[in-house]
């Protein structure tokens, strides 16, 4: 009996100093370090890249209202005024379709004889061009800016 007591207590001893062993290691540290940052760093990598993709965005509808109203002013005497803005944007936006809105002299034009009745008495008058698109800030399924819209009013005095 005092012979396996002995092999017990050695056993048992060996049993507490591999675990301290165990316990003291770092063998798996790096991987659990990796394992708590890796979400961190994907939530910035991928926020960089929609963000990035909204500002392209919003360059994008500046520069079509731009272009929208440029050619809404400039058309008192065209058939296809609200055609041409409309086509304008799109040749400068290309990778959006927003909801645009044109006015003149305050009153909206939502086709082409609308917008021709208008322009024809509104020289020197404003004429307004608005886009909105909306945005989506979606990163790992949290939505920064639920209701997000980019926005872009140009507006020129019609010659």
Do not use: W
């Not at 909801?99 to 208008?118: E, F, H, I, K």
Request: charged content about 15%; overall charge positive.
């Amino acid at each position: 009996m005092g012979r396996h007591s002995k092999g017990r207590k050695i056993i048992r001893q060996q049993l507490l100093s591999r675990l301290r062993a165990m316990l003291r290691a770092d063998d798996g540290a790096s991987a659990v370090e990796f394992a708590i940052i890796l979400p961190v760093m994907m939530l910035v990598l991928f926020g960089i890249i929609r963000m990035g993709i909204t500002i392209n965005n919003y360059i994008e509808i500046t520069s079509g209202s731009r272009a929208g109203v440029r050619i809404l002013a400039v058309s008192r005497g065209s058939a296809t005024p609200y055609k041409d803005s409309t086509t304008a944007f799109g040749n400068s936006a290309p990778n959006i379709s927003p909801t645009m809105t044109l006015t003149v002299n305050g009153t909206g034009c939502g086709s082409d004889a609308a917008c021709q009745t208008l322009l024809k008495t509104a020289a020197g008058q404003p004429a307004v061009f608005r886009a909105t698109y909306p945005c989506n800030l979606k990163i790992m399924s949290i939505d920064f800016a639920p209701s997000c819209q980019l926005v872009s009013q140009t507006t020129e005095r019609v010659e």
